[in-house]
Nanobody, 115 residues
Framework: VHLVESGGGLVQPGGSLRLSCTFS????????VNWFRQAPGKGRALVAS????????LVVSAVKGRFTISRDNDKNTAVLQMNSLKPEDTAVYFC?????????WGQGTQVTVSS
């Protein structure tokens, strides 16, 4: 099983980043896909989810209207599009695939929002 993230980096406030996660080694379309983030000194928190079999999506209130999650079951990928970034969005972002009782995590990618 592999989850490989890409797309993190340094961006100025108000800018955009696109995080991608590629999944392999398991039946991706039967798993819920999630993005979490962990800011310095804080716990890991859910940011957005996309249900299995192209089910519904949700984003948490802190990023609503700015972040969008999508998945492509043909390509085994998931994307977190982040717009209007704020300094408080600075964190390590992790992709996650979950189908109880199984759960897989990516290695994390750093997103830093700073002028």
């Amino acid at each position: 099983v592999h989850l490989v993230e890409s797309g993190g980096g340094l961006v100025q406030p108000g800018g955009s980043l696109r995080l991608s996660c590629t999944f392999s080694g398991f039946n991706f379309d039967t798993y819920d896909v999630n993005w979490f983030r962990q800011a310095p000194g804080k716990g890991r928190a859910l940011v957005a989810s996309a249900g299995a079999f192209n089910g519904g999506t949700l984003v948490v209130s802190a990023v609503k209207g700015r972040f969008t999650i999508s998945r492509d079951n043909d390509k085994n990928t998931a994307v977190l599009q982040m717009n209007s970034l704020k300094p408080e969005d600075t964190a390590v972002y992790f992709c996650n695939a979950r189908r109880s009782p199984s759960e897989y995590w990516g290695q994390g990618t750093q997103v830093t929002v700073s002028s």
